[in-house]
């Protein structure tokens, strides 16, 4: 049962702690931490620069943003444009890479409705990563060196952004916590609590 191939899928919230979580469980079990390697994947195979990506990755285009994309389709005479794909080209192509990943080896996905790429997984396990407003602030801030007015809106946003993207995606509310097989708060529990208790889950439903 041990060497069988399974997949940990880490759905979170901004400034939960869901990488850090990701990344012990990796180092635990000894198998891959898959977070930004999907982005950089799909980025390649369309010849782009992962930036190009980036600020799109988890959320829809804007209605500006579609306009834009519609208008590079239509070049001046003798210019090539860059590709710019669409959300759901973007998803699937990122849901196609997920997918590979499964079929070839163990691994913890973080992000990028992993768990809903992954649904027909037999030895799946799901985990769910919130944390209070207050401790998201304060990780957000310093993470990325703002002030706890510019996280907050960050955050804010940040969720606004992916639920939209999972209910247009996965027909599904991703705060649903029946959606997964663990939901931990990293407020109340710590990070190495949360990542033991995720740890214990998939010991305790893959039987390894």
């Given at each position: 049962?041990?060497?069988?191939r399974?997949?940990v899928?880490?759905?979170h919230?901004?400034?939960?702690?869901?990488?850090?979580?990701?990344?012990?469980?990796?180092e635990e079990?000894?198998?891959?931490?898959?977070?930004?390697?999907?982005?950089?994947?799909?980025?390649?195979?369309?010849?782009?620069?992962?930036?190009?990506l980036?600020?799109r990755?988890?959320?829809?285009?804007s209605?500006?943003?579609k306009?834009?994309q519609?208008?590079?389709?239509v070049?001046a005479a003798?210019w090539?444009?860059?590709?710019h794909p669409s959300?759901k080209?973007?998803?699937?192509?990122?849901?196609?890479?997920?997918?590979?990943?499964a079929?070839k080896?163990s691994?913890?996905?973080?992000?990028?409705?992993?768990r809903?790429v992954?649904?027909?997984?037999?030895?799946?396990?799901?985990?769910f990563?919130?944390?209070?407003?207050?401790?998201?602030?304060?990780?957000v801030?310093?993470?990325?060196?703002i002030?706890?007015?510019?996280?907050?809106?960050?955050i804010e946003?940040n969720d606004?952004?992916?639920?939209a993207?999972n209910?247009?995606?996965?027909?599904?509310?991703?705060?649903?916590?029946?959606?997964?097989?663990?939901?931990?708060n990293?407020?109340?529990?710590?990070?190495d609590?949360a990542?033991?208790?995720?740890s214990?889950?998939?010991?305790a439903?893959?039987?390894?």
């Open positions: 049962m041990g060497k069988q399974y997949v899928t880490i759905s919230q901004l400034g939960c702690g869901g990488a850090y979580i990701g990344q012990k469980l990796s079990f000894n198998i891959p931490f898959v977070d930004r390697d999907i982005l950089k994947q799909v980025a390649d195979e369309l010849h782009l620069a992962e930036e190009d980036e600020h990755d988890g959320r829809l285009s209605v500006w943003e306009l834009t519609q208008l590079y389709t070049p003798g090539i444009p860059q590709y959300d080209e973007l998803f699937y192509l990122e849901s196609e890479y997920i997918l590979k990943i079929e080896t691994a913890v996905i973080l992000g990028r409705a992993g809903y992954l649904r027909e997984s037999p030895r799946h396990v799901k985990i990563v919130t944390a209070e407003l207050p401790e998201r602030i304060e990780r801030a310093s993470l990325f060196q002030s706890k007015e510019a996280a907050k809106e960050k946003e606004r952004q992916r639920i993207y209910r247009a995606f996965t027909k599904s509310d991703r705060l649903d916590v029946r959606l997964y097989d663990l939901a931990v990293t407020s109340s529990l710590g990070l609590c990542a033991h208790m995720a214990e889950c998939i010991h439903k893959l039987a390894i």
